[in-house]
């Protein structure tokens, strides 16, 4: 059985850093974040891309920033069809980077979040990097609307990239996994997850909150609005009991403050609302930033358990 440590493959002098890190990551969070990124560049510099087309900026809405980028597993270059996908088109992956709902890009550089969609496409899946727009501009529900439109793009459309419209499955990070859970989950907002056929929230802000801990509680009355008592009724741990799609929820163990409870309380409340517990990872050693920074790098873990999350959903 091969390693299943998650830092499998991770050069030491990352390894090295993540820990330095990992005890008071939150203390300074966007500096942190910055080091993690700058110690995963040259790995992802490095990484495979051969055999992926990249497709960028396709718009699916009329706004500067409503724009996705498509990485296409090109035919012939020997990338596996994915087990358990749908008849012979191939199964999708659209991921929501973060961003405290008032910042951050589909492509923070020339590695991230390009990284994320590479892994998959290598995987056999069609890649999506969905942009969208941002607070103040967008307030609730804005993101969750870019989201929807996106989706709806996909599903229209992606059947001329050979892509499977009925095996599309949404990842969100940070505020980009608030976005698409409330996509899925808020019944106010009225998506409830149409044509998605999985989710998976990583590192995801699953209740809106201006506590005096919450480094990125401007972020959060920009998108959410300043009335913290709308907060619990646009929260999407509030609407678990309206959530109808399967369900993998990761943690990192060094968190933005309360992002891990608030991880806990949407696994718990799906669960007392399906009588049945939901998929739940805590991945060990990682931080916020660098849960998805190691994405196609030689350390897998995370990967295989959301592919294998994947292919446990009925086609």
């Not at 990484?47 to 990485?71: H, M, T, W």
């Not at 609005?225 to 163990?253: M, N, Q, W």
Request: proline fraction near 8%; glycine fraction near 10%.
């Amino acid at each position: 059985m091969p390693d299943q440590h998650p830092f499998h493959g991770t050069p030491e002098e990352v390894r090295t850093l993540l820990r330095k890190i990992g005890p008071i990551w939150g203390r300074d969070i966007r500096a942190h974040s910055a080091l993690v990124k700058q110690a995963y560049r040259p790995l992802l510099a490095a990484a495979p891309k051969n055999g992926i087309e990249v497709i960028r900026d396709q718009p699916y809405g009329s706004q500067p920033r409503q724009v996705l980028d498509l990485f296409l597993p090109m035919p012939g270059a020997g990338i596996d069809q994915p087990a358990k996908s749908a008849g012979k088109r191939r199964p999708v992956v659209a991921f929501v980077h973060g961003g405290a709902f008032v910042r951050g890009d589909k492509r923070t550089d020339e590695q991230m979040y390009d990284n994320v969609l590479y892994w998959f496409a290598r995987k056999g899946y069609i890649g999506v990097n969905i942009e969208y727009r941002s607070a103040p501009g967008a307030p609730y529900p804005g993101g969750a609307d870019d989201v929807a439109a996106a989706i709806d793009w996909l599903h229209r459309e992606i059947t001329h990239r050979d892509g499977d419209p009925d095996r599309m499955f949404l990842v969100g990070h940070s505020a980009g996994g608030t976005h698409a859970a409330t996509y899925a989950c808020d019944p106010a907002v009225g998506y409830l997850g149409a044509h998605v056929a999985g989710l998976v929230l990583i590192s995801a802000r699953l209740r809106a909150d201006d506590l005096p801990e919450n480094p990125n509680a401007d972020g959060v009355r920009a998108y959410f609005g300043k009335d913290a008592e709308c907060y619990e009724r646009r929260s999407p741990v509030t609407h678990c009991d309206t959530c109808r799609l399967p369900v993998l929820i990761v943690i990192a163990e060094h968190e933005n403050p309360l992002l891990d409870v608030y991880g806990l309380e949407m696994a718990f409340r799906l669960g007392k609302a399906r009588r049945k517990a939901p998929g739940l990872l805590w991945v060990k050693g990682h931080n916020h930033m660098s849960v998805v920074a190691h994405f196609n790098t030689a350390e897998e873990y995370l990967g295989r358990e959301i592919l294998e999350f994947f292919a446990s959903i009925p086609s």
